[in-house]
């Protein structure tokens, strides 16, 4: 099983990136995918989630409105396209695959909002 994420970086306030999780090694369309994120100090944290099919998509509040999460379940990847970026979503971004007991991560993209 591998979750790989790519696109993060740093960006100015303001600016957007768009982070990339692709899946491996399991039945990607069966799992719910999240992004979750760690800054320096802090506990890690649910940024956003999509479910199997893509149906619904929850937010956490510091991010609803600006973030938007998606999946293509052909190409086997999850997205979180980040917009209006603010220095306190500067954070390790981490992708999540879960199904029943299954409970995937990925090695996390580093993302800096700084002028």
């Known amino acids: 099983v591998q979750l790989v994420e790519s696109g993060g970086g740093l960006v100015q306030p303001g600016g957007s990136l768009r982070l990339s999780c692709a899946a491996s090694g399991f039945t990607f369309s069966r799992h719910a995918m999240s992004w979750y994120r760690q800054a320096p100090g802090k506990e890690r944290e649910l940024v956003a989630g999509?479910?199997?099919?893509?149906?619904?998509?929850n937010y956490a509040d510091s991010v609803k409105g600006r973030f938007t999460i998606s999946r293509d379940n052909a190409k086997n990847t999850v997205y979180l396209q980040m917009n209006s970026l603010k220095p306190e979503d500067t954070a390790v971004y981490y992708c999540?695959?879960?199904?029943?007991?299954?409970?995937?991560w990925g090695q996390g993209t580093q993302v800096t909002v700084s002028s």
């Open positions: 999540h695959g879960s199904r029943w007991s299954n409970d995937y």
């Open positions: 999509i479910t199997s099919a893509g149906g619904s998509t």
